[in-house]
């Protein structure tokens, strides 16, 4: 229980920055969910026709064969490419069927080393596509320590001589089978990449990312649709990792991004949206790059022809092989332009005055209604006073609306961004807000389970009771939170959230009930 103190806990100083509300936000929004798949029950009249059913159990607990760790590491290095090819095709089959008969392989740093030996040392398209072809299937599989010697064995080298010895021998064409070999490597770029950071900064160690941003202005490639996509598929996972990339390999290729964001694709475009997304969200510094090179106003028009075109041409190809991880345009760019908001005043100011601001309202009744909130949360956290006069009682009306009629996820956004207006706005404009629709939503969302959203709405809350106090006098405060559920809600802040936010619940708790 949270005590009925007449002690006044000094909130400012157990209030602190929480989680970068922008990371928590793109990390739910990465997130991916797995369809569940109907299995095919057999029926009682298809056992009674089986004509190998047994009166026991015979093999059904039976653990599969093992495939031997000597077996594998002897055949990949003996040099053999027809044995190699032979026990590859199996590895993939395996991989795809019963990956328990790889188990001992998969842990053994030997076994990787010996794999990608044979990779590194492949002298043609045929045998390195067979080799990348399986590997994209078992690196994901890999134990760390396997990933790792996987990688020390070459791969980065061997992945740059490819690219150089392509760019070097084409002429103004490529053929079929080099084009398909080249496409592979693009994805194998793009697998290693994503599951292992130690892969990913291997292939910057080498400009592998240069290789494939030179490769997207030089033709014939810059002439190929499918080529382009896979390309900026591979830069999207370079710099999509997880892990931060060093601002030093980030700041001469902004420009050559910002280029490619003309390419003539859905898939590619997105592709480098979300790369610059990224990046911002964990190089905030990079972002004054982007408006020297109008990438701002780049995605505000790109937000502007999605709202005009046909939505199937701002999706990404439904049959790509990224299209997995991809989201169309829109979504892309949104999460792009979010990230911005963490540059100048000025700069941020610059994009309402492109129109931002009105294209996120705009934005509201659609699928992208939590992304376009979040966007707006930051733009009026960054210039409050520049979009006041937006912030009207018809708009605050409609927003409560639309949180109340939608997704959970849409109505914390909602309270969110009202939230931000009534903590960024002058201390004496925040009881117009402390009205009953309002504070519901924001006691609502205290138990929303977002950290982020639970901070920042009890922050709203206490300057909501401030103004109140300075303004109107205690009674305003018992009468704007003596009938809402925000004591019982705070309780439950305190139990589920230990540490800095439980104590300003508390502290909240005794600044508003301590009148009543």
Not at 316 to 335: I, K, M, P, R
Not at 470 to 499: A, H, K, M, W
Request: charged share 20%.
């Amino acid at each position: 229980m949270i005590p009925r103190s007449n002690s006044n806990a000094d909130l400012d100083k157990v209030a602190s920055h929480f989680t970068n509300y922008s990371n928590d936000f793109m990390n739910q929004r990465n997130s991916r969910t797995l369809s569940m798949r109907r299995n095919n029950r057999p029926t009682i009249a298809s056992f009674k026709k089986s004509e190998n059913r047994t009166t026991g159990l015979g093999n059904i607990f039976q653990e599969p064969q093992k495939m031997e760790l000597t077996h594998f590491i002897r055949i990949f290095n003996s040099g053999n490419e027809n044995e190699i090819l032979e026990l590859n095709e199996q590895l993939i089959k395996i991989a795809e069927t019963s990956k328990i008969q790889l188990e001992d392989i998969l842990k053994s740093t030997e076994a990787a080393e010996s794999y990608g030996m044979a990779l590194s040392l492949a002298e043609s398209d045929n045998f390195a596509s067979h080799l990348i072809n399986s590997s994209m299937k078992l690196f994901p599989l890999f134990s760390a320590e396997a990933k790792d010697a996987f990688i020390d064995s070459g791969i980065a080298i061997k992945l740059y001589d490819i690219l150089l010895s392509i760019t070097d021998d084409i002429a103004d064409s490529i053929g079929n089978d080099r084009l398909m070999f080249l496409n592979l490597v693009f994805q194998f770029i793009a697998v290693t990449s994503k599951h292992w950071s130690y892969a990913r900064n291997s292939f910057l160690c080498y400009s592998i990312h240069e290789n494939l941003i030179n490769m997207a202005f030089m033709p014939p490639f810059s002439n190929h649709v499918g080529i382009l996509e896979n390309i900026c598929f591979a830069l999207n996972a370079i710099f999509t990792n997880e892990e931060p990339v060093d601002i030093e390999k980030i700041t001469p290729i902004v420009q050559q991004f910002a280029q490619m964001l003309s390419i003539p694709s859905p898939t590619a475009v997105s592709a480098i949206l979300s790369a610059l997304a990224a990046i911002a969200n964990k190089r905030s510094s990079i972002v004054i790059n982007y408006f020297q090179y109008n990438i701002d106003q780049m995605a505000i028009h790109i937000l502007i022809n999605s709202q005009q075109s046909d939505p199937d041409q701002t999706q990404v190809n439904s049959n790509h092989f990224y299209s997995q991880y991809l989201t169309d345009l829109t979504g892309s760019a949104l999460d792009l332009l979010g990230n911005m908001c963490v540059a100048d005043i000025s700069l941020t100011q610059r994009m309402v005055e492109a129109g931002l601001f009105k294209i996120l309202v705009d934005l509201i009744p659609t699928e992208y209604s939590s992304t376009a909130l979040w966007v707006m949360s930051n733009i009026f956290e960054s210039i409050p006073t520049r979009l006041l006069p937006f912030i009207n009682k018809e708009f605050i009306e409609y927003l409560l609306d639309v949180g109340n009629s939608s997704s959970h996820d849409v109505k914390k956004e909602v309270a969110y961004f009202l939230a931000t207006v009534i903590l960024f706005v002058n201390s004496s404009i925040a009881p117009k807000f402390a009205v009953p629709d309002v504070i519901d939503m924001l006691v609502e969302m205290l138990g929303c389970g977002n950290a982020n959203v639970v901070i920042r709405c009890m922050k709203a809350l206490n300057s909501i009771t401030v103004a109140l106090l300075t303004f109107q006098g205690p009674d305003s405060v018992n009468q704007v939170f003596g009938s809402c559920d925000l004591y019982r809600q705070i309780e439950q802040v305190s139990e589920e959230y230990p540490g800095m936010i439980s104590e300003y619940a508390t502290a909240l708790s005794r600044r508003i009930f301590r009148d009543m």
